[in-house]
T-cell receptor, first 111, second 113 residues
Framework: DGGITQSPKYLFRKEGQNVTLSCEQN?????MYWYRQDPGQGLRLIYY???????QKGDIAEGYSVSREKKESFPLTVTSAQKNPTAFYLC??????????FGPGTRLTVL | GQQVMQIPQYQHVQEGEDFTTYCNSS?????IQWYKQRPGGHPVFLIQ?????EVKKQKRLTFQFGEAKKNSSLHITATQTTDVGTYFC?????????????FGGGTRVLVKP
């Protein structure tokens, strides 16, 4: 069953802790993306990667880091430097110049 | 940087009525995509428009790409309760960096039965 998965669905962390969100896809897509969505708002691009071992900052990269060691995986770390980390995080993947397929998302709450 | 604006931000529609949501880009786009996000869910791709003036239909949904490729619209006829959700447009520029989309803020649609 092909698709894009994110885990966990809900995540709670204490302020000041780093946390890593998982994103895996078996669609053989080259590109992967991380977005942040705040309540009632649109999607803002955090980081994206077009190929393995390469990634670029999006519009709101500060306080986040990523890695792309494998084509299937694009984990996002929310660091303690991110001032307002509580949000809904969406991962997506696509073939070059094609539509994006989104995972189910992770709702992060920092207490 | 590129900006994509959507209006209205909220749309309250009586079941059975029609409505239109609009998307405007500050720059010319190579293509525009539309996504729907149900409450509590994730965005799901609806359609992609590429050609200037292109019109595509999906049952009760009609999508249009402007002649200048800077704006787009989504028109829904005979709205049903299943149309509830947020509709996002996303503009794409052909850049060396690849398929980076810029999403609009979305139109949140509520349907009154």
């Amino acid at each position: 069953d092909g698709g894009i998965t994110q885990s966990p669905k809900y995540l709670f962390r204490k302020e000041g802790q780093n946390v890593t969100l998982s994103c895996e896809q078996n669609l053989n897509h080259d590109a992967m993306y991380w977005y942040r969505q705040d309540p009632g708002q649109g999607l803002r691009l955090i980081y994206y990667s077009q190929i393995v071992n390469d990634f670029q900052k999006g519009d709101i990269a500060e306080g986040y880091s990523v890695s792309r060691e494998k084509k299937e995986s694009f984990p996002l770390t929310v660091t303690s430097a991110q001032k307002n980390p509580t949000a809904f995080y969406l991962c997506a993947s696509s073939l070059a110049l094609d539509t994006q397929y989104f995972g189910p998302g992770t709702r992060l709450t920092v207490l | 940087g590129q900006q994509v604006m959507q209006i209205p931000q909220y749309q309250h529609v009586q079941e059975g009525e029609d409505f239109t949501t609009y998307c405007n880009s500050s720059t010319t786009l190579s293509n525009i995509q539309w996504y729907k996000q149900r409450p509590g869910g994730h965005p799901v791709f609806l359609i992609q428009l590429v050609k200037s003036g292109e019109v595509k239909k999906q049952k009760r949904l009609t999508f249009q790409f402007g002649e200048a490729k800077k704006n787009s619209s989504l028109h829904i006829t005979a709205t049903q309760t299943t149309d509830v959700g947020t509709y996002f447009c996303a503009g794409c520029l052909i850049k060396a960096a690849g398929n980076k989309l810029t999403f609009g803020g979305g139109t949140r649609v509520l349907v009154k039965p």
